[in-house]
């Protein structure tokens, strides 16, 4: 329930993010605003469930001699989970599997919950700049741009940080950010 809350409220930054630049743009580039708002949502989501989710938390993962957790093949990106393959992975039983392990190794959370809540970030993330651009670019210019950071930019960065990429074996305690400001 946490992460579902939590990630409706990410989302809904998209919203008050489209009333915050309609407000501070002319009035004939409102109905632009909310368009680009609303591509971002819709090719966020599709190129974040297809890529970007197996390129910034595919894995395949290695541990390292002190047990820190690492990207394979230099931590540059992921390279499985494309098109949510493992989202729906089942017991005997028919109950959803999860793949993070509660104190007594039983699995709690499903890949769902971490795909929705981190695709609201990456909407949020492409969206940042289109008030800047709002009556400057054509629909097409701005899909091609959500396109690439929804499905390479993002991610890729996303990989290097959260997903357990080169960043973190940089310096003694590696990467740490708060709150995500610096990825974001």
């Given at each position: 329930?946490?992460l579902?809350?939590?990630?409706?409220?990410v989302?809904?930054?998209?919203?008050?993010?489209?009333?915050?630049?309609?407000g501070?743009?002319?009035v004939k580039?409102t109905e632009n605003v909310?368009?680009l708002?609303?591509?971002?949502?819709?090719?966020?989501g599709l190129?974040w469930?297809?890529?970007g989710?197996?390129?910034a938390?595919?894995?395949?993962?290695e541990?390292?001699?002190?047990g820190q957790?690492?990207l394979k093949?230099?931590?540059?990106?992921g390279?499985?989970?494309f098109?949510g393959?493992?989202?729906?992975?089942e017991?005997?039983?028919g109950n959803m599997?999860?793949?993070?392990?509660?104190?007594?190794?039983?699995?709690?959370?499903?890949?769902?919950?971490?795909?929705?809540y981190?695709?609201c970030?990456?909407s949020?993330?492409?969206a940042?700049v289109s008030?800047g651009?709002s009556?400057?670019i054509?629909?097409y210019?701005?899909?091609?741009?959500?396109?690439?950071?929804s499905?390479?930019?993002?991610p890729?960065?996303?990989?290097?940080t959260?997903?357990y990429?080169?960043m973190?074996k940089?310096?003694?305690?590696?990467?740490?950010?708060f709150?995500g400001?610096?990825?974001v």
């Amino acid at each position: 329930i946490w992460l579902i809350l939590c990630g409706a409220l990410v989302f809904f930054i998209n919203a008050g993010l489209a009333m915050y630049e309609a407000g501070s743009i002319r009035v004939k580039n409102t109905e632009n605003v909310m368009t680009l708002v609303a591509l971002n949502i819709c090719m966020g989501g599709l190129m974040w469930y297809i890529f970007g989710y197996a390129f910034a938390f595919g894995g395949p993962y290695e541990f390292d001699e002190h047990g820190q957790k690492t990207l394979k093949h230099g931590g540059f990106g992921g390279s499985e989970g494309f098109a949510g393959s493992g989202f729906l992975k089942e017991d005997a039983d028919g109950n959803m599997v999860g793949y993070k392990p509660d104190a007594d190794g039983n699995a709690t959370q499903a890949k769902m919950l971490q795909w929705f809540y981190r695709w609201c970030v990456c909407s949020i993330v492409a969206a940042f700049v289109s008030g800047g651009v709002s009556g400057r670019i054509t629909l097409y210019a701005y899909a091609i741009y959500s396109l690439l950071m929804s499905l390479f930019i993002w991610p890729i960065v996303a990989a290097w940080t959260w997903g357990y990429g080169w960043m973190v074996k940089i310096g003694d305690v590696g990467y740490t950010d708060f709150a995500g400001s610096a990825i974001v």
